[in-house]
């Protein structure tokens, strides 16, 4: 069955970076896009952007734009989302989530990772 | 960037009750229109793609319909693990938008 594993609760500084890995599971991990979501505190979902993992393309929210990476290790087929130059307004629950396309939603979801930035 | 609309942001209703919940999108979208259902604490499943279609292993009381700009998603017979936030998001075109979630509770 499809499982996405997330990485375990981070708590950061103001400036810090973050990065979340998301190891996927009972699937052909290079047949599928990544996307990115994530969900402050009582507020709605945000997409993040995604990753193609068969060749590492990656198309990012313009809001996040110079802070945001994303990447693959096929070899673990796991996807990573790092984010630089943490503030407050980052604190949020992130989640990764299967795509069948680059042009398609979720289908298969992690169980998420929150993040805190805090001084 | 597309904008997604939600409506009611919230209601109230019963077990057994047939329930529609209301996306409207600020330009068309074609049928790139997907549900998902989040409940407290919990990671978003998702229910619907392509407007209309139930994701493996949803149960036909989930129901999608729509095109073009209005969207709707009816839940056939509220059952108690279906109070939930439904969220709608659009693929058509990027970014992916959210809906700002419609809330459904116990009457």
């Known amino acids: 069955q499809v499982q996405l594993v997330q990485s375990g609760a981070e708590v950061k500084k103001p400036g810090a970076s973050v990065k979340v890995s998301c190891k996927a599971s009972?699937?052909?991990?290079?047949?599928?896009?990544m996307h990115w979501v994530r969900q402050a505190p009582g507020q709605g979902l945000e997409w993040m952007g995604i990753i193609n993992p068969s060749g590492g393309s990656t198309s990012y929210a313009q809001k996040l734009q110079g802070r945001v990476t994303m990447t693959r290790d096929t070899s673990t087929s796991t996807v990573y989302m790092e984010l630089s130059s943490l503030r407050s307004e980052d604190t949020a629950v992130y989640y990764c989530a299967r795509g069948r396309s680059g042009g398609s939603a979720p289908d298969y979801w992690g169980q998420g990772t929150l993040v805190t930035v805090s001084s | 960037d597309i904008q997604m609309t939600q409506s009611p942001s919230s209601l109230s209703a019963s077990v057994g009750d047939r329930v529609t919940i209301t996306c409207r999108a600020s330009q068309g979208i074609s049928n790139y229109l997907a549900w998902f259902q989040q409940k407290p604490g919990k990671a978003p499943k998702s229910l619907i793609y392509a407007a209309s279609s139930l994701q493996s292993g949803v149960p036909s009381k989930f129901s999608g319909s729509g095109s073009g700009t209005d969207f709707t998603l009816t839940i056939s017979s509220l059952q108690p693990e279906d109070f939930a936030t439904y969220y709608c998001?659009?693929?058509?075109?990027?970014?992916?938008?959210f809906g700002g979630g419609t809330e459904v509770e116990i009457k």
């Open positions: 009972g699937y052909t991990f290079t047949s599928y896009y």
């Open positions: 998001q659009q693929y058509n075109s990027y970014p992916p938008t």
